[in-house]
């Protein structure tokens, strides 16, 4: 009761403190910079990959009102020139003053390049590996996190036939990582700690809020296409803009004209450029939907189902390991890769898309990497043996493996294809066996088209 008394006149002596003391009151706090925001975030490799899309961007821009921003994750700096001899650093400086002329073109005006080194590959984690993968999704973290797009596009993450540059399956990777880590508060926590005074100097946090985008689409060059059909809306170019009184093709092959080292009528000038450029933008524009966080068709239009402002961040279900048991084998590099990365980003649907392919020259080699396992608690001996078309050989990789308890033994089998005329796919088989009983068995297709780059 003592302590209930003590209490009682405290309250009663800070009472009159309360009731007159006069407030202050702060000053707004500032929104985010609507300078940055995008509804549409693009992310592709090089300049120029913007390409693919600006068919339906144009659309987008100039009849949907909505605000473009793009990421490269290279300036395209190891490419040929057609133009001059400027090479390497120099060429970058060029293309990235072409892209951002190629992109103003459209009203495009807040463009940033990633910083990513230019390689030429077919595979994802190469390509990741010379990017310095984690600085530079840091860096697409805190561009989604400045723009806060409603939608992302980028390029497909798989292996297709035809469209194999590591460039781009890595700006995919980055862009599907960022599309499911921008909303959480605790990756790259620095971007979005407040900062201490914001108008004044010494800031070392950033500001930034998380962000959650709605949608993510992708897109694709596969030679052998038509897998997109039904998996995402299409959009005609040559449709005249009802504001600007041209086909959406002219416009996209306007914004194409600007890359002169990449093109080889680029010696000839800009508007020879767009002259030999303006039938390959009549194709129409094919989005692959990867995943909606709203209720939306799959084929449904771009903005549809999509709301303004914040939605709650969406996490993804992440990598879960699936049990080994046994012998097995399992197809490694990009393609084991991807049978992780698909699971882990909720993109089981893109698994389905194409069954594991590359695309293979006459002449050309395949190298395949494989995984032997062995999860039991004995050492195994595991042979390889691929069974194979007419006219093909394997160079290297058929043999016995030694493989030790509980270990597994990264290989590949390299495959030399015919020199001449074949069937435009064919499968490749590979078996493994061990003690006389089979291990495993892999199909993989080749076509008879040759991967770029
Ligand atoms: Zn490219």
Redesign the pocket.
């Known amino acids: 009761m003592k302590n209930k008394a003590v209490l009682c006149c405290l309250g009663l002596a800070l009472l009159p403190w309360s009731l007159n003391a006069k407030q202050h009151v702060m000053p707004p706090s500032p929104r985010p910079d609507p300078r940055y925001k995008a509804d549409i975030l693009v992310i592709v490799?090089?300049p120029?990959?913007e390409t693919e899309v600006t068919g339906y961007l144009a659309r987008a821009i100039y009849d949907e009102h909505k605000r473009v921003a793009v990421l490269y994750g290279t300036c395209g700096g190891a490419g040929g020139n057609s133009v001059s001899y400027e090479q390497a650093r120099a060429l970058c400086a060029e293309r990235k003053i072409e892209a951002r002329r190629a992109m103003a073109s459209l009203g495009v005006m807040n463009v940033w390049f990633l910083g990513g080194l230019d390689t030429p590959t077919q595979n994802v984690l190469v390509s990741l590996e010379h990017w310095n993968h984690g600085a530079l999704l840091e860096r697409a973290i805190r561009l989604v996190r400045l723009t806060r797009p409603e939608v992302i596009m980028t390029w497909l993450p798989d292996y297709v036939d035809g469209e194999n540059?590591g460039?781009?399956q890595a700006s995919a990777v980055i862009a599907t990582e960022a599309f499911d880590m921008a909303g959480d508060p605790t990756v790259f926590p620095e971007q979005v700690a407040a900062p201490r005074n914001y108008q004044r100097i010494g800031n070392m946090t950033e500001g930034l809020e998380p962000w959650q985008p709605e949608k993510l689409y992708y897109f694709t060059n596969a030679v052998h296409a038509g897998f997109e059909a039904g998996q995402g809306p299409v959009y005609s170019t040559t449709e005249v803009s009802p504001s600007q009184h041209i086909p959406y093709y002219e416009m996209a092959a306007r914004s194409a004209s600007y890359h002169l080292t990449q093109l080889p009528t680029g010696p000839e000038g800009r508007e020879a450029t767009y002259r030999a450029a303006l039938d390959y933008f009549k194709r129409p524009v094919k989005l692959i939907l990867a995943k909606s966080l709203v209720p939306a068709s799959r084929t449904g239009d771009v903005f549809e189902g999509v709301v303004p402002g914040p939605i709650p961040f969406h996490p993804v279900a992440g990598y879960r390991a699936r049990p080994h048991v046994g012998l097995s084998m399992e197809l490694g590099g990009p393609w084991g890769f991807y049978q992780r990365f698909w699971r882990a980003h909720d993109l089981e649907r893109i698994a389905r898309l194409v069954p594991p392919e590359a695309g293979v020259g006459p002449g050309r080699t395949l190298s395949l990497p494989l995984i032997l396992r062995n999860d039991t608690s004995s050492p195994a001996r595991i042979t390889l043996k691929a069974i194979l078309p007419s006219g093909w050989t394997v160079s290297s990789g058929e043999g016995i493996y030694p493989v030790s308890a509980h270990r597994s033994y990264p290989t590949r089998l390299v495959f030399v294809a015919p020199s001449g005329k074949r069937p435009t796919w064919q499968a490749l088989r590979i078996h493994a066996e061990a003690a006389g009983q089979p291990v495993g068995s892999i199909a993989f297709r080749v076509s008879n088209v040759p991967s770029g780059p």
């Open positions: 490799a090089h120029d990959d540059h460039d781009h």
